[in-house]
């Protein structure tokens, strides 16, 4: 077997900076990395017998580098005993960023408005933005599966005694989630959130939002903003 150096490239992305600040000695996470990678291409870490690293501007001929900033690169001479007992030795290039980019998750985030501009005295669905009245099976239709995230209310008028609970519907079903506002209250408004998943919806089903009258009183003036979130 000829005893000639062979090139070993690897990219490896670090995300300290200084990784490959010069110094006289190789860090304990260098030389892990090195064993852990040379392990990957088929030698025995255990029988490297030392890491040093090349000074770049006196590369191997077998080793050349174009179009890469130096500061950002380590190269590392890896000297081991192979399994016929010959010294032997592998280069390791190792590059370095301070700036991982990570995929992203992508959210659609929608706001979808009820409101009635009429005084009331009793329970009954909010109007979508167009004027049309909600109901069990008039609504908003959901084009993708996803999320009721947040609801918000206010209320302009407010008379009497008691207060409104103002729910969103699911294919004419109550979905529990609500606002609550009272005659009582200083700001006639509420709103309120909750995590992706506590109530779902798929394509097709059908998004209303109902007002119940809780006591005598007379409201008013609602606008109720839906936040869908897929």
Known sequence: MKKEASVFLILLVLVS???F??????????DNYVKNFIEKGGLNGSSVDQITEIDQSLLPDDVEIKEVDKNKVGIYEVNYTGDSGDKE???????STPKLKQKAETKNVQIVVFGSSTS??????????????????TGYVMLHSGSLTGISSSSGILEGDGQIAIKIYKNGEDTGFENLISFEDDKKIDYDI????????????????YVEQRGNLKWGNVITSVEITS
């Open 17 to 19: 900076a200084g990784a």
């Open 120 to 137: 009331n005295n009793e329970s009954k669905f909010l109007d979508s933005s167009t004027g049309v009245q909600t109901g069990e099976n």
């Open 89 to 95: 030795s592998v280069y390791v290039i190792m590059y």
């Open 194 to 209: 909750q995590s992706e998943g506590a109530v779902s919806y798929v394509a097709g089903d059908i998004i209303s939002v």
């Open 21 to 30: 600040a010069q110094n006289s000695g190789i860090s304990g996470n260098i």
